[in-house]
């Protein structure tokens, strides 16, 4: 009885375990979501449509949440002057620092000013 008891247990902890770990799981794939929420809160501001272009056209390349992906593609935080930002976009960019140039991305006025808002919430 003792042991059943304690089967049940183990039961208990790992289910836990397993719907905890489900639980990140499902933020991972929403970060969109989980973003919105978490910058709304602090800047109550709505970068929605800034996220999905930023997922959409910037990711690949500059990772989640702009982390960047080292010697490769520059992380996009604490970016201070947002006319650079666009201009980036715009015509792209090509410095000593990076082994391959950013191309322009084509994308229309208000979805370059969305994904500048979000860019620079980055932190
Ligand atoms: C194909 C890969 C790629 C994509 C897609 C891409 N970038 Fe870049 N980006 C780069 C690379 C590489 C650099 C560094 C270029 C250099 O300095 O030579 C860069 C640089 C930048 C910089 C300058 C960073 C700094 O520290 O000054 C900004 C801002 C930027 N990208 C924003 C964006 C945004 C916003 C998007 C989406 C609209 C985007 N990038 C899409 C590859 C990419």
Partial sequence: MKKLAYLFAMLFVFSFAFVSCGGEQATDEATGDSLTQEVTETATADFSKG????????????????????GVFPPLKNLKDRQAILDNIKNGKKSANYPAP???????????????DYVMSLK
Avoid: R, S
């Avoid at 996220?51 to 080292?70: P, S």
């Avoid at 950013?102 to 500048?116: G, R």
């Fill in 51 to 70: 996220i999905e272009v930023y997922k959409a056209k910037c990711q690949v390349c500059h990772q989640a949440e702009g982390a960047g992906l080292a």
């Fill in 102 to 116: 950013m191309v322009p991305v084509p994308l229309t006025e208000e979805e370059t000013n969305a994904v500048a």
